[in-house]
Nanobody, 124 residues
Framework: EVQLVESGGGLVQAGGSLRLSCAAS????????IGWFHQAPGKEREGVSS????????YYGDSVKGRFTISSDSAKNMVYLQMNNLKPEDTALYYC?????????????????WGQGTQVTVSS
């Protein structure tokens, strides 16, 4: 059974930090890219960051560069998103996703498996 489970969301003030975690199981971690996406009400799902399970290459959306850091622990099949200097516009439901790279890293269509999401709310 393929499963992705996110955790670590919550309510924080602007300028604060959160660390999201994604626990992956049921597939070979090294064969996939793991991505973080977010979706706010009424808006499209948007790529936040991605990491290669094979070589650790990382990618970031322009809006989070310098503030967010993605990392992985392949031995534990875990992926993390450290979010610093959070802004109200970061408020969204955050999803962990896994897929083989067949398109741009930020394209949701390139990810086959998805978690249930964890809510991040940043107050001003």
């Amino acid at each position: 059974e393929v499963q992705l489970v996110e955790s670590g969301g919550g309510l924080v003030q602007a300028g604060g930090s959160l660390r999201l975690s994604c626990a992956a199981s049921g597939f070979t971690f090294d064969d996939y890219y793991i991505g973080w996406f977010h979706q706010a009400p009424g808006k499209e799902r948007e790529g936040v960051s991605s990491i290669s399970g094979n070589d650790g290459s990382t990618y970031y959306g322009d809006s989070v560069k310098g503030r967010f850091t993605i990392s992985s622990d392949s031995a534990k099949n875990m992926v993390y998103l450290q979010m610093n200097n959070l802004k109200p516009e970061d408020t969204a439901l955050y999803y962990c996703a896994a897929g083989r790279r067949r398109s741009w890293w930020w394209d949701p269509g390139g990810y086959e498996f998805w978690g249930q999401g964890t809510q991040v709310t940043v107050s001003s």
